[in-house]
């Protein structure tokens, strides 16, 4: 299925953004924490034409059947939006909405949209959609609006039009990843630093296991992990949890629940992993950050609690069989794992992954490697 196909006429620009990987800092970026996420090259595209009218019309490659689904600018409200097409309508909603950009005098457009992005594996497919149409509207448009201002849209989006109470990690990291390095982004005043993370050079890959248990954010394991972290910071006296240090970790296990204390506690030892990981990184190179991200798979494992089996399979089997470090990636409840391996090693250890997932019975995984790539971008 292609544009052409869909609308009977040629698209007049393609834009693309990728998914990402975060390297580590999960579930930080809600708590004004830390992240350090890098774009992946895989890549969702959308092909756009402007129309004459008000309206907007999307179809996708992964929605087939369903042609395409329409929504004029004077319509736009959540209340209207369903389905994957949200992500396309809530842009054009969160830009007006959340960026205060004037869309009266504006006409819409047929938008067409292809992924490589898996679906469901903790690569952010939903941020892809969103960070490649957020630039395309704003080019279109004319508006003018910088990158960091659309990954506050996405995330406004995401978070009031498809109803998922994400953070704004994946949306800076599609529209802010460069080539070989990762994104050490501030969630609280979304400063960004780019950081080498020179794989190449050091004969590293970075292999994903997805294990295909699908998760999905807008149900309740997410909501229940960010409510908890909200708890603590409420009884702790705190804005965010970011203003939690490692040392007042005691304090905190006095005056909490248990379960609330060890959500507080995989917060506030994840920034603190964050904040070495760069450390490292810029210091010593990506071959001494792999107990660093052992220690943030424990600590979703345990503390959080938002691992599942084959997740935790497809990290113990990677290093089993030689990894430099693994972990989680993701929001959790299922989705993807990261392994760091020397690229000689990767078939072997992807085998081995593989089998283990057989002979536990599991569905078979799809393991691959990604490489750090460019953020979002007009291709044509």
């Not at 379960?259 to 506690?265: H, I, L, S």
Request: glycine share 8%; charged share 25%.
């Amino acid at each position: 299925m292609t544009f052409q196909q869909v609308f009977g006429y040629e698209p007049a620009v393609r834009y693309s953004a990728p998914g990402r990987v975060n390297l580590i800092g999960e579930h930080t970026d809600y708590n004004d924490g830390y992240v350090l996420p890098f774009a992946i090259d895989r890549r969702t595209t959308s092909d756009i034409a402007p129309r004459e009218d008000r309206v907007i019309r999307v179809a996708s490659s992964f929605d087939p059947e369903g042609g395409p689904v329409s929504l004029s600018l004077d319509d736009l409200d959540p209340a209207r939006m369903d389905g994957w097409s949200a992500y396309v309508f809530g842009i054009a909603w969160a830009l007006r909405e959340q960026a205060g950009a004037d869309l009266s005098e504006r006409t819409g457009f047929d938008v067409f949209i292809d992924s490589d992005v898996p679906v469901g594996a903790g690569l952010s497919s939903s941020a892809a959609i969103e960070c490649g149409v957020a630039l395309a509207f704003t080019d279109l448009w004319e508006l003018g609006l910088d990158r960091k201002t659309l990954a506050r849209v996405g995330q406004y989006s995401e978070n009031h039009a498809v109803g998922a109470p994400t953070g704004i990690m994946d949306q800076s990291a599609s529209l802010l990843g460069e080539q070989d390095a990762v994104v050490f982004l501030d969630c609280r005043t979304l400063d960004t630093a780019v950081v080498d993370l020179a794989l190449e050079a050091n004969g590293l890959e970075v292999l994903v296991v997805d294990t295909r248990v699908e998760h999905a954010h807008a149900t309740g394991g997410y909501k229940a992990r960010r409510d908890s972290c909200e708890k603590g910071a409420q009884v702790l006296g705190v804005p965010a949890l970011r203003d939690v240090a490692v040392d007042d970790l005691p304090r905190a296990q006095e005056l909490l629940d248990d379960e609330t204390f060890r959500r507080v506690r995989h917060i506030v030892t994840e920034d603190q992993r964050v904040l070495d990981t760069v450390r490292t990184l810029r210091e010593q190179g990506p071959r001494a950050i792999g107990e660093l991200l052992l220690a943030s798979h424990a600590s979703m494992r345990d503390d959080f609690e938002i691992s599942v089996p084959e997740l935790d399979l497809a990290v113990e089997t990677a290093m089993a069989n030689g990894a430099v470090g693994a972990r989680m990636t993701g929001g959790g409840f299922g989705g993807a794992a990261i392994a760091l391996v020397d690229r000689e090693a990767r078939d072997r250890i992807a085998a081995a992954v593989t089998a283990a997932f057989a002979a536990a019975g599991y569905h078979e995984p799809n393991v691959f490697t990604v490489h750090a790539a460019q953020g979002a971008r007009r291709d044509a």
